[in-house]
């Protein structure tokens, strides 16, 4: 595993773990679950486009919680989707 690959993935775990969910990961997989809730972790350097809420959605999950953000389009298909997002801990749509 890459250094890189490695920072993203303790990086998921460790939100799964923040949000009270087990970490899953995986290609084509949710990176964690808690419960019925399905959550995916973005470990980016720039902000969320609208084409990882839609990926997610398609996964069939309902959080998404992001490093660095999201953009304009991509937090109007997530209030459309009924997708939570989280940035700095914090719910933005």
Partial sequence: ???????GYTYE?????KRHGKHIGGPGKPDYERGKFKGEVKNWSRPVHSGVIEKASEKGVKEVASKSGFTTPAIELAKKK?????????RVA
């Fill in 13 to 17: 775990r460790k939100q799964a773990r």
């Fill in 82 to 90: 009924k997708i939570k997002l989280i940035y700095r801990n914090k």
């Fill in 1 to 7: 595993m890459r250094k890189s690959h490695k920072r």
